[in-house]
């Protein structure tokens, strides 16, 4: 039952204040989560996702994260999604001149997939990751093997990250997010479930943690002091063998100790188990409506079957974990995960947490940041069907099932 006290009110107040984030302010303290819009030309930002970034600042939200974006072009798990480089700027800047101009702050989410990819235009035969694994996914596009990364690759990988962070900054990004989680490629490095090396980067919590430090403290050092570094980490797996919340303390408190500006918690391992990051219903039968190969719809029926059947969806469903993060680390946390009223963002800003992050209330409801400025008893409308899951492959891109569709033509216009 919302609550509508005295220190409801003040916490919400709170939250419409602005919070430092390494060299940036925020208006306030509503971020939009990175939620793949599948709003791409040529591998770089249509019109459709200038106006859909744009119109979450419009309606007040802080700052808004595009979705996955890849270092590399062999980063990316699907062959449409973006990677920004030195000849694909000016559509980026369109998106962060339009978010600028309708009052908000941009993120821009960077990430490698590592094996995790059924892209078929690679630059490499077999995808690397930290062990070698079978690739399922990547089966019908010649991924099926993958590769152990070796020294040199790993340097690579901290080169892409760093270039793609400064590539951010040229573009307007006031952040950007590492992508740590969900089972790509640092998170491949951070999880026992991926990561079997008896290097300097396998073996115990420290070292796994390794790569996303070295990540991180590159790109602190290259772009820190004009753009603020965020990452999304896993507080846990969310499967057996997995990284744990101790793991992941590890983690972020090396992330801290190299200057990161803020941390976005998460939890969930795609190939293992992607509902512990969603709740609610599998997304199973809307994607099967999409899913064109009929070998990935034979994987998705297999799936539906183990990791991606129904998980029942909780308010604030990160919230325990999150609170251990909140006494293990000092650096500006995010609370992301089932957020779905007023009350929640009340509760999360009285934990502590210094800022909200919110994935799929937005996509139901674009306003919902200024709902809840207008009435503290606001609740979110969204029914946690997970059907946009599925709605990222259509031509339109990303939306809520519950709002109108998509306009195709502007999703087919390249932003600059
Ligand atoms: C359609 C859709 C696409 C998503 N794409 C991404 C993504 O690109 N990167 C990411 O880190 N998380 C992605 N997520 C997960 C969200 O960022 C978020 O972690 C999750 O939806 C939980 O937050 P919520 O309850 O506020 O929606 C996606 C979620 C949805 C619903
Ligand atoms: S389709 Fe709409 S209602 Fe269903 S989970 Fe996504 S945002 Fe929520």
Redesign the pocket.
């Known amino acids: 039952m919302p609550s509508d006290t005295a220190a409801t009110q003040s916490k919400l107040a709170q939250a419409f204040t602005p919070l430092r984030l390494g060299p940036i302010e925020l208006p306030n303290r509503f971020v939009k989560a990175g939620t793949y819009e599948g709003m791409n030309v040529a591998n770089a930002p249509s019109r459709a996702l200038v106006k859909h970034h744009a119109d979450l600042a419009a309606h007040g939200v802080g700052m808004t994260t595009l979705g996955y974006t890849a270092v590399h072009p062999d980063g990316r798990t699907f062959a449409e999604e973006s990677w920004i480089d030195a000849n694909n700027l000016s559509a980026f800047r369109a998106l962060t001149d339009a978010v600028h101009a309708a009052g908000g702050k941009a993120s821009l989410q960077l990430g490698h997939c590592g094996t995790m990819t059924r892209t078929p235009n690679r630059t490499v035969r077999k995808p690397g990751g930290p062990s070698k694994t079978l690739n399922l996914y990547g089966a019908m596009v010649g991924a099926l093997f993958t590769r152990v990364m070796t020294q040199q690759d790993i340097r690579d990988i901290v080169r892409d990250f760093v270039d793609s962070a400064r590539h951010a900054a040229d573009a307007g990004f006031d952040a950007v997010e590492l992508h740590m989680g969900h089972g790509y490629l640092l998170s491949q490095f951070l999880s026992p479930l991926a990561n079997r090396r008896q290097d300097d980067y396998g073996g115990t919590p420290e070292k796994r943690a390794r790569l996303a430090r070295e990540v991180t403290e590159a790109v602190v050092d290259a772009v820190g002091d004009r753009i603020a570094v965020l990452a999304k980490l896993n507080l846990r797996d969310g499967a057996r063998g997995g990284a744990e919340i101790e793991d992941s303390i590890v983690t972020a408190r090396a992330l801290e100790s190299v200057g990161l500006h803020g941390l976005v918690m998460t939890g969930g391992f795609s190939p293992f188990s992607p509902m512990y990051l969603f709740r ?2 599998s997304p199973v039968p809307a994607m099967l409506q999409t899913e064109t190969s009929r070998w990935n719809r034979f994987l998705l029926k297999l799936g539906a079957k183990t990791a991606f059947r129904d998980m029942p969806f909780e308010e604030m469903y990160f919230l325990k974990l999150a609170r251990q993060m909140r006494e293990a680390v000092k650096m500006p946390l995010g609370l992301l995960g089932g957020l779905r009223s007023a009350d929640n963002v009340a509760t999360a800003i009285g934990d502590g947490f210094d800022f909200v992050v919110l ?3 937005l ?2 409801q674009p306003d919902f940041v200024a709902r809840i400025r207008a009435d503290s008893r606001a609740q ?10 599925a ?1 990222f492959s259509t031509p339109g891109g990303v ?5 109108g569709p998509n306009d195709p033509a502007l999703n087919a216009m390249r932003a600059a």
Do not use: A, D, K
């Open positions: 609610g219903n994935g799929r209330p996509l139901s979110s409308n969204c029914i946690n069907c997970n059907r946009c899951v709605e939306r809520c099932v519950l709002n």
